[in-house]
């Protein structure tokens, strides 16, 4: 770790004392972990790059498709970032689902050396942060990173505060700048950002070293910037009866006790996070929690500080419903630089456990990409993926109906139907949700005389979607019933309804 270049005394000294109780020298072995760090970011990106316009979208990265379209500050579930960012990567890689996705996987690519730097920095060890970046790497949370979806914005902006925090904990003013950017533009990715800006100031209250900033402009500044980024999406919420916090604030309230969620967010944690490397980190963590200071305890403590506020909010949240595991994403690369650490510099045990854990995150990882890729072995309904796949064939077939039928419109209940029948269909006729008005209000509403006209509603076997149906159609006829298949197994089917003659608003109010 070399000394800044600042006028501060004392930061300097804390510095000097951070390399005799850390024993910042350059390891020997350094630049060999840093190439396998290198060519494990070279295969993960080619694997992902290959993959990508292999399988189907998602519904959420086909509903964010539609956000990319109808650009605004703001949407129902949240902030603008993911759909400029498809809209940015559809123009340059075009509108297939490899140029949905491409733009993000490019640039998350660059999250290894990222985590690797943070860590590096951190606990002046290249050997730590290159450790770091293996295991961020082989976190099978990471397989995820190949959908376009508003996480790994999130996680990268947020990883990017983190190493701006440890600039400003190392006596570099200049880390402030770097903070109210990263959480400026990661409140355009989701609102779980605020977690973070939480974070940074319970760094800064609970580490002695880094109070007397709390005299400085600078984490005032870095505040408003923070806030001066963020603000087109405030305001377009404050414009829009505050859309976006309601949809996301209505999460909080504990309407049951259910602890079990717990249990249930702490496995999901864990597998996500590599078994390995969460054990590892657990035990790398204790000494944070002993009484005393000093630059050694203060680098183990500012991962924890900083992410603290999610952590607590989610284990409160767990206790009454349930937590995704993809939620806490900007959880993991805390992770890494922590076990990164530890397994640079710690006992032998965390070191085998650590490479252990980097060989089977890596096989884990690639066998959930072969799959996606050849949906080999056959896993038929079962198969994690029967949520997304199949849905190119059945949009196809549902615009072949309703061109049969002369249908003016195409009616689904859920927003995950109408984003892919919407995505892979022809476009000659227009699909609506029946539900959640308020969702599509980046669009404009449907025509006032659509629904005078008959239509064809999508409905799921063996739900009651139906029975709703009736209540806002004089004529709601069944027409048939087609399966949606996955590999040429079918896994899911729709039944289609005529609908005509409506007796109460198609789409309801809210």
Request: glycine share 10%.
């Amino acid at each position: 770790m070399r000394p800044a270049n600042r006028g501060d005394g004392g930061a300097v000294r804390r510095e000097d004392a951070a390399q005799q109780v850390l024993g910042v020298m350059s390891d020997r072995d350094a630049g060999r972990l840093i190439a396998v760090a290198a060519g494990l970011t070279l295969a993960a990106l080619a694997g992902e790059l290959a993959l990508i316009g292999h399988v189907e979208l998602t519904f959420d990265e086909a509903y964010y498709v539609l956000w990319s379209r109808h650009l605004v500050w703001g949407y129902y579930d949240h902030p603008p970032m993911i759909a400029a960012w498809i809209r940015a990567s559809t123009a340059l890689f075009g509108p297939d689902e490899f140029g949905v996705r491409a733009l993000g996987v490019i640039v998350f690519a660059a999250m290894p050396a990222l985590v690797g730097m943070t860590g590096a920095r951190l606990y002046g060890s290249a050997r730590a942060g290159a450790f770091a970046a293996c295991v961020w790497l082989t976190m099978p949370l990471v397989a995820g990173a190949v959908l376009a979806t508003p996480d790994p914005p999130l996680v990268a902006f947020v990883t990017l505060a983190f190493c701006g925090l440890v600039e400003v904990w190392r006596g570099r003013g200049v880390g402030w700048a770097l903070i109210g950017a990263a959480l400026g533009l990661a409140a355009l990715a989701k609102i779980d950002a605020a977690f973070f800006a939480a974070g940074v100031a319970l760094a800064v209250v609970a580490t002695p070293s880094l109070r007397r900033w709390l005299r400085s402009p600078a984490p005032y500044a870095a505040a408003a910037l923070t806030l001066a980024i963020c603000a087109p999406f405030l305001i377009w919420n404050a414009q829009h009866d505050w859309l976006t916090f309601g949809r996301q604030l209505s999460r909080v309230p504990a309407h049951r006790f259910a602890p079990s969620y717990l249990l249930e967010g702490v496995v999901a944690l864990a597998g996500l996070a590599n078994p390995f490397f969460f054990v590892i980190a657990l035990a790398a963590l204790r000494p944070a929690f002993r009484r005393g200071g000093g630059p050694a305890l203060e680098a183990m403590r500012l991962p924890v500080l900083f992410g603290a506020p999610m952590t607590l909010y989610f284990a409160f949240h767990a206790l009454h419903d349930r937590v995704e595991g993809n939620w806490a994403g900007p959880l993991y690369p805390l992770i890494a630089v922590v076990v990164g650490e530890a397994a640079a510099r710690g006992p032998l045990w965390t070191r085998r456990a650590a490479w252990v854990g980097v060989a089977v995150g890596a096989a884990a990882i690639a066998a959930v990409y072969l799959h996606a890729a050849t949906l080999w072995p056959t896993l038929g309904a079962k198969d994690p993926l029967a949520r997304f796949g199949g849905w190119r064939e059945l949009a196809g077939s549902v615009d072949a109906e309703a061109r049969a039928e002369g249908a003016a419109f195409v009616l689904a209940r859920d927003y995950a139907a109408v984003s892919l029948l919407t995505y892979y269909g022809d476009g000659a006729t227009p699909v609506l949700q029946s539900e959640e008005a308020a969702r599509w209000r980046f669009q404009p509403p449907p025509a006032p005389n659509l629904f005078d006209a008959p239509g064809i509603a999508v409905a799921y076997v063996g739900a009651d979607y139906p029975d709703l149906l009736r209540s806002r159609f004089r004529t709601v006829e069944w027409l048939e019933r087609l399966p949606r298949k996955l590999g040429g197994v079918e896994v899911a089917a729709v039944d289609l309804y005529r609908v005509a003659d409506p007796i109460a608003p198609p789409i309801a109010p809210r």
